[in-house]
């Protein structure tokens, strides 16, 4: 059974930090590219940052210098480590796997809550 479970949200100030992981099973997990995304009240969802099966990482501008994408492939997990918090990064973020080699083939984790209050 495939699985991706967030964890790592919660409630922070403004200025704070926050890690959110996400721990995969039932997928050969250096065969994903990896994703973070987010959707915020009545907004679209939103891709926030992808880092390949090789490291390579992009980031949406809003997040670019403060946001790192990583992943271990020893524990088949994916980090997003966010600093400078502001509110505006309020949401629910979810973690994103996407085949490298089939292009439908792709697995989301439930979401984790993060809000950045004043």
């Known amino acids: 059974q495939v699985q991706l479970v967030e964890s790592g949200g919660g409630l922070v100030q403004a200025g704070g930090s926050l890690r959110l992981s996400c721990a995969t099973s039932?997928?050969?997990?250096?065969?994903?590219?990896m994703g973070w995304y987010r959707q915020a009240p009545g907004k679209q969802r939103e891709l926030v940052a992808t880092?390949?099966?090789?490291?390579?990482?992009n980031y949406t501008d809003s997040v670019k210098g403060r946001f790192t994408i990583s992943r271990d492939n020893a524990k088949n997990t994916v980090y997003l480590q966010m600093n400078s918090l502001k509110p505006e990064d309020t949401a629910v973020y979810y973690c994103?796997?996407?085949?490298?080699?089939?292009?439908?083939?792709?697995?989301w984790g439930q979401g984790t809550q993060v809000t950045v209050s004043s």
């Open positions: 994103n796997a996407a085949n490298n080699w089939f292009a439908g083939v792709n697995f």
């Open positions: 039932g997928i050969t997990f250096r065969g994903y590219a």
């Open positions: 880092i390949t099966s090789g490291g390579d990482t």
